[in-house]
């Protein structure tokens, strides 16, 4: 069964940062894209950031010059450091992965259970 766990999130002043990690687990046998996705409190869920197995990076226009996407293929992992963080950036964030499993010829997507992002003064 494959996993997808998010961790890093939490309660930040304005103007401070964060950063997320997200560890895929179980029977992968490759990672596509992974991504973070954001929803704040009723709107939509939203992409925040993804990169592509070569490292290709694709950011909101909202995170731009703020977010940085890296990814460690080795660890089955997605990092998202957020600096310069605003109010507007609050919601729950999601890990993305786009994956095949091991006995598979197919990819599927998976998503973590997400991690809130709060910030306030």
């Known amino acids: 069964q494959v996993q997808l766990v998010e961790s890093g999130g939490g309660l930040v002043q304005p103007g401070g940062s964060l950063r997320l990690s997200c560890v895929a687990s179980g029977s992968i046998f490759k990672i596509n894209t992974m991504a973070w996705y954001r929803q704040a409190p009723g709107k939509q869920r939203e992409l925040v950031s993804s990169i592509a197995t070569g490292n290709s990076t694709n950011y909101a226009d909202s995170v731009k010059g703020r977010f940085t996407i890296s990814r460690d293929n080795a660890k089955k992992s997605v990092y998202l450091q957020m600096n310069s963080l605003k109010p507007e950036d609050a919601g729950v964030y999601y890990c993305?992965?786009?994956?095949?499993?091991?006995?598979?010829?197919?990819?599927?997507?998976?998503w973590g259970q997400g991690t809130q992002v709060t910030v306030s003064s």
């Open positions: 993305y992965a786009q994956l095949r499993s091991t006995g598979l010829a197919y990819y599927m997507t998976y």
